[in-house]
C-alpha cells in the first residue's frame, strides 16, 4: 500500500530526498564521514550552507540588499527575535489576527515589553477568512505590520499582501514558503520554519532587508540578526542535519520548476480537493473561497464521531496524518510541495468512498 502523509508538520518530504539523504548518511560525498558527524566549520559544510543559500535566494528572487538567516528556535523563536531586533524606534506593532500563530505572535512581543496593535482579527468568524486592514495604517507609528501569509491551522492565505503605507511587511511564512510565489521586496523580513514546506525540524530561515539589521545591545546572542549576519549564520553550532537536507530539497524545488512550477502544482492538487469539498454532501471547508490556502485544507463532517470515523478509514487506507488541530477540530490535509498529485487524488476517492457509505 502506498502510504501518503499530510501531516501539517514536520511534514513530507520527496522520496528523492529522502532516497539521497540514505545513500550519503555513511560518507558524505566520498568523505568517509557523516553529515551527522562532521564540523560546522569544514569546507564540506561551508558549501552546504552557502548551496542551499544561494539555492534559496535563486528560488525567491531575493534580492541582494536582503541577508538569509539560518536559526534554531523554529517560528516561536522568531515570535521573540523579530520584536526584539527590529521593534527598537516606536517600541510598538501593528497585528492582523488571522489565527492561532499570529495570536501566538502578538502574545510573545507583549511579553517583551512591545505595544501591540491589533488592527483586525476575524476571531468572531473563526478565522475562516483573513482579516483587512480596517483603514490605511498610520505612517511612522508602527516599527512593522506583522501578517501570517498562511494560516497553517485554519487553512487561510493571503494572495494579495495588505498595503502598508510605508511601514514595513513582516511575513510568517512557515506554512508556504516556496510553495506559492511572493515578492521578497514587499517584505522587510520573512521567517518561516523549515518543517511546514521546505525540510525536516531544526531550522528556521529568516529573509530580512540589510538597512533593518542594527546593532542592539543586551541582545541574547542567539536571537541577534545583527551578530548572525556578520558570522553567516555560524556564530554558535548551526542545525547542520537539517541545513544540510534543506538544501537538498531546494535542489529538488528548483529540478522541478521552481517556485512557480510548485504554486502551479499545489493549485492543481488543491482545486482537486476544495471541488470535491464544495460538492460533497458529507464533508464541508468553511474557508471563505478567496482568502483559502493552497497548502492547508481543513474539511469536517459537522459530526465529531463521524469525523473520527473518517479519520480511521482514511489511516486504514494509507492516508496518514489527517486529524484536525483541536482548535478546529474534524480533519486537515496538508498539501505542501512535496505531496504528489496522486496523493490528493487516492484522498479524494477515499473521501468519496467513505461518503457514500455514510449518506
Ligand atoms: C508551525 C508554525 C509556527 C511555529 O513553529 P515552531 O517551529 O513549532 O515554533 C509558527 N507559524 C506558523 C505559520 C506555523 O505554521
Not at 527575535?81 to 524606534?89: E, H, K, R
Amino acid at each position: 500500500m502506498t502510504v501518503y502523509n499530510f501531516a501539517a508538520g514536520p511534514a513530507t518530504l520527496p522520496n528523492e530526498v529522502i532516497n539521497k539523504i540514505q545513500a550519503e548518511l555513511p560518507s558524505l560525498e566520498g568523505s568517509g564521514m557523516s553529515i551527522l558527524e562532521i564540523s560546522h566549520r569544514s569546507t564540506l559544510f561551508d558549501n552546504i550552507i552557502n548551496g542551499a543559500q544561494e539555492d534559496l535566494r535563486d528560488l525567491m528572487a531575493i534580492p541582494d540588499n536582503y541577508e538569509v538567516l539560518f536559526f534554531q528556535g523554529g517560528g516561536t523563536g522568531q515570535f521573540a527575535a523579530v520584536p526584539l531586533n527590529l521593534a527598537t524606534d516606536h517600541h510598538r506593532i501593528a497585528l492582523l489576527d488571522s489565527g492561532h500563530w499570529a495570536d501566538r505572535a502578538a502574545k510573545e512581543a507583549a511579553n517583551l515589553g512591545i505595544t501591540v496593535d491589533t488592527l483586525a482579527t476575524t476571531k468572531a468568524d473563526h478565522y475562516q477568512e483573513l482579516p483587512v486592514l480596517p483603514a490605511p495604517l498610520a505612517t511612522d507609528t508602527y516599527d512593522y505590520l506583522h501578517i501570517t501569509t498562511n494560516n497553517t491551522i485554519e487553512g487561510t492565505a493571503y494572495h494579495e499582501l495588505p498595503e502598508t503605507n510605508g511601514t514595513v511587511l513582516v511575513g510568517d511564512m512557515s506554512s508556504n514558503i516556496t510553495a506559492q510565489r511572493y515578492n521578497v521586496s514587499d517584505f522587510g523580513l520573512i521567517f518561516a520554519g523549515v518543517q511546514k514546506n521546505i525540510g525536516p525540524a531544526g531550522v528556521t530561515i529568516v529573509i530580512v532587508r540589510k538597512d533593518l539589521i542594527k546593532e542592539i545591545p543586551h541582545l541574547p546572542s542567539i536571537l541577534n540578526y545583527d551578530l548572525f549576519a556578520k558570522k553567516n549564520s555560524m556564530y554558535n553550532t548551526p542545525a547542520v542535519f537539517s541545513i544540510y537536507a534543506t538544501g537538498l530539497v531546494l535542489k529538488w524545488i528548483k529540478e522541478n520548476g521552481g517556485v512557480d512550477e510548485m504554486q502551479r502544482r499545489n493549485e492543481k492538487k488543491a482545486s482537486l480537493l476544495y471541488d470535491y469539498l464544495d460538492h460533497s454532501k458529507l464533508f464541508h471547508n468553511n474557508v471563505k473561497p478567496a482568502d483559502r490556502s493552497l497548502t492547508n485544507v481543513p474539511f469536517m463532517t459537522g459530526d465529531e464521531d463521524l469525523d473520527k470515523a473518517a479519520i480511521a478509514d482514511m489511516t486504514a487506507h494509507g492516508l496518514m496524518s489527517l486529524k484536525g488541530h483541536r482548535s478546529v477540530g474534524g480533519l486537515r490535509a496538508s498539501l505542501y510541495n512535496a505531496m504528489p498529485f496522486d496523493g490528493v487524488q487516492a484522498l479524494v476517492n477515499e473521501l468519496y468512498t467513505f461518503e457514500r457509505a455514510h449518506v
